[in-house]
């Protein structure tokens, strides 16, 4: 194993251990970082050149890839299109009321109508051919 490969592997043991010295901490380890830790060129780390290092490594990044975390362009952008949800739920449930509203209204109006026609044929006096009932 030459020099170039023991300083990626130990940039990449930092790595996994997120005890970087030449990066900030956190980052998501990938194989151009492993170069910048080692201190060279993201494009000094080849496959041609360290076919088993690079395999470890891709290897290592998919068995340990941490679930993508949103932006806050992109929470804010989910946020504007739950709240744009929310809006179009709350005009949906205002045509609803309003629609509940007009059906109340003339309902109430038939029941008044039908009252006062009650009353109207309850206070005219009875044909002469008809008897009421007791």
Known sequence: MGKAEQAFRDAFERLKKDAPI????????SQNL??????????ALKKARFP??????QRWVA???KPATAS????????REKNRSLRDQINDLKRQ??????RLLEADAK????????EKFRA???????????
Do not use: F, H, W, Y
């Not at 030449?22 to 380890?29: E, P, Q, S």
């Not at 088993?52 to 490594?57: G, T």
């Not at 008044?112 to 009650?118: D, F, G, M, N, V």
């Open 97 to 102: 009321r309003d629609a509940v509203c007009s």
């Open 63 to 65: 068995n340990n890839e």
């Open 34 to 43: 492993v170069a910048k830790e080692a201190g060279t060129d993201p494009s």
């Open 111 to 118: 029941i008044l109508e039908l009252t006062l026609e009650l």
């Open 124 to 134: 005219s006096p009875l044909p002469r051919n008809v008897t009421r009932l007791r």
């Open 72 to 79: 806050k362009r992109q929470s804010e952008l989910r946020q």
């Open 52 to 57: 088993s290092l690079v395999a470890e490594i």
């Open 22 to 29: 030449r990066i900030a901490k956190g980052l998501t380890l």
